[in-house]
Each structure stands twice: as structure tokens, then as C-alpha cells.
């Protein structure tokens, strides 16, 4: 197993995620040092001002510097970037890039272990749900500092947890539509973001605390009893099949996260960044 607590832990790719990733291991009290990829000069300047990291001359010096490595370049410049380096035995890296797949990665950066996840905004505050593959206990102890890590051993899976993350990125979407319905009905801002937030949050509690074998709706079947505002508002809901786009878009997504290196969906250029 690789040993890491205290090792320099290395970023190859400075950009939002790679902030939002410094951000959480912070967060949650990880002082081991941080290594950044110079490319960017400036946003690795910023962000090793801000929380404490140090940006290095080149993207060898943090593989050389460093115990695990999280490449967070854009997919279509990851395999090349890695590839271009020289890694060690003993040596993790933590791939968040689209569009690789683990045996692509492994060979890129043999004789190092290689593991592929895929990361949320909300590392920043160590509330991310994250997929992780194939199983790793040393990935495994590093990313639950950002909280819960999903380990799982096939890609097709992996892909199916990956478009979970765009779910994350949507609900901000549909809080963002009963925000403006809350207000619109009277009620003050801060009230209307904080309940709808806290709503939420607070159906995610609950359904985890459920066993997973049970129906995931069982507290709507159980409390929208017929003639209820609950069942009269979804019966609006049922009407316009508005479900339907939610499977659609869940199946967009899955392909999307599927469709590996090769061309990409119509629609999507190879630069374009999926994750996003
Ligand atoms: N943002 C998210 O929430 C999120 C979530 C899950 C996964 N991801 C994945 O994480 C990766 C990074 O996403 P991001 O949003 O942080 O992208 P980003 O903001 O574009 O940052 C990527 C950074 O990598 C740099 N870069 C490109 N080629 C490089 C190289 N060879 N060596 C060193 N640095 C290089 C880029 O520099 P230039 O700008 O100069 O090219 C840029 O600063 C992507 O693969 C994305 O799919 C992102």
C-alpha cells in the first residue's frame, strides 16, 4: 500500500477542481504539503497563497515531489500530460479527468497504481459523494477527508456514478426553480434559500437513513396521503410526465460518461469539457 499521510500530495492541472480539491483536504485539517503544476502560473500563485501550497517549476518536479498525484487536467490533454512524465513504484494517481479509462491510465503511468474519480463542487465542504475506481485504501483514505467515497471495481458502474455527478449540478437547477416559486409566493429570500437548501438536505437524510432495498419515494407514498397538498402538487407533476425528462437526462449523462476516449456524442467537441 502506497504511504501517504504526511508525503507531499501533487496536482497536475490547476483549475476549478483542483481548487475546490485544495480547498476541502484544508478544510478538513489535512496539513500535508501541497504540490501545483506551474501551467497558470497565476492561479497556482493565488491558490498556494490562499490556502497554503507550493507551486512548482514543472509538472515532473510534482510527480517526483509527491506520494499520490491527482491529475485535474482537461480530459483530452490528461493521457498525453501523463504519459510525458516519469512516475515510481509505489507511486497513486488519482485521475478526475472524462474520457480515460483505467487501463489507459495504468499503462500511461505504469510502473505507478492508477485510480479514476470523479469529484463534486462540494469537496469544498467535505460533503462530496464520490466514486472512486477500481477500489484503493490509500485513494480511498485521502478522498473521505471530502467526504463519502463510493468504491467500485467496473467502469460501467463507474460511469453510471459519474453521471450522478452531473445530478448533483442539476438540483441546483430545480432548488433554483422552488427558490423563485417560494419567493414569488411572499416569502423573503434568505427564508426561501435556506428552506429550500435545507429541505433538501433534509429528504437526502432521511433516505439515507432508510435501508437501500427500500423504495427510495416511500416517505411520499407514505405522507402524500390522497387529497393532500403533497399529493395534489405532484398529481401537476404526474400530469405533465415531468419525471420522464429527468430518465432522459439520466440516460444522456450515462452515455455521455460511457463513451470513454473515443469521438465524441454529436454535439460534444473533444475539447469540450463533459465534466462541467
Ligand atoms: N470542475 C469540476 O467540478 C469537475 C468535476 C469532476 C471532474 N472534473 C474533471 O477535472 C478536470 C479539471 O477540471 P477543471 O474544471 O478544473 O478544468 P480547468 O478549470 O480547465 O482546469 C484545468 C487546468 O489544467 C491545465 N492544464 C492543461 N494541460 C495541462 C498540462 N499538460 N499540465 C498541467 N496543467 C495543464 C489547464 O491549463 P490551460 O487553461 O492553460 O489549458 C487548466 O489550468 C477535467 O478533466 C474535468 O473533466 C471537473
Not at 480539491?21 to 501551467?39: K, Y
Not at 427564508?191 to 411520499?220: E, H, N
Not at 439520466?250 to 454529436?266: F, I, K, L, T
Amino acid at each position: 500500500m502506497v504511504q501517504t499521510e504526511s508525503q507531499p500530495l501533487g496536482f497536475i492541472g490547476v483549475g476549478g477542481l483542483a481548487g475546490v480539491l485544495v480547498e476541502g483536504f484544508r478544510r478538513a485539517g489535512d496539513r500535508r504539503p501541497i504540490l501545483l503544476s506551474p501551467r497558470n502560473a497565476d492561479q497556482s500563485r493565488r491558490l498556494a497563497e490562499r490556502v497554503g501550497c507550493a507551486a512548482l517549476a514543472t509538472n515532473q518536479a510534482v510527480v517526483d515531489g509527491s506520494a499520490i498525484v491527482l491529475m485535474t487536467t482537461p480530459p483530452a490533454a490528461t493521457l498525453a500530460a501523463i504519459r510525458g512524465l516519469a512516475w515510481r513504484k509505489g507511486q497513486l494517481l488519482i485521475c478526475a479527468a472524462m474520457d480515460v479509462t483505467v487501463p489507459l491510465l495504468a499503462a500511461a503511468a505504469a510502473p505507478a497504481v492508477a485510480v479514476r474519480i470523479m469529484p463534486s463542487a462540494s469537496a469544498a465542504v467535505n460533503a462530496d459523494a464520490l466514486p472512486l475506481c477500481p477500489p484503493n485504501a490509500a485513494a480511498r483514505m485521502l478522498l473521505a477527508q471530502l467526504g463519502t467515497v463510493f468504491e467500485l471495481s467496473d467502469e460501467g458502474g463507474f460511469a453510471a456514478a459519474t453521471a450522478l455527478a452531473a445530478y448533483h449540478l442539476w438540483l441546483y437547477a430545480l432548488m433554483d426553480t422552488m427558490v423563485a416559486a417560494s419567493e414569488a409566493a411572499g416569502l423573503p429570500r434568505e427564508a426561501a434559500v435556506g428552506l429550500v437548501a435545507s429541505q433538501t438536505r433534509a429528504a437526502a437524510t432521511l433516505a439515507l437513513s432508510a435501508p437501500p432495498q427500500a423504495p427510495v419515494r416511500a416517505p411520499l407514498d407514505l405522507h402524500g396521503k390522497p387529497g393532500s397538498m403533497t399529493a395534489q402538487g405532484l398529481a401537476v407533476l404526474d400530469a405533465a410526465d415531468a419525471f420522464a425528462p429527468w430518465r432522459a437526462a439520466a440516460a444522456a449523462a450515462v452515455q455521455r460518461a460511457r463513451h470513454g476516449g473515443a469521438a465524441p456524442p454529436a454535439g460534444l467537441t473533444a475539447a469540450g469539457d463533459p465534466a462541467k
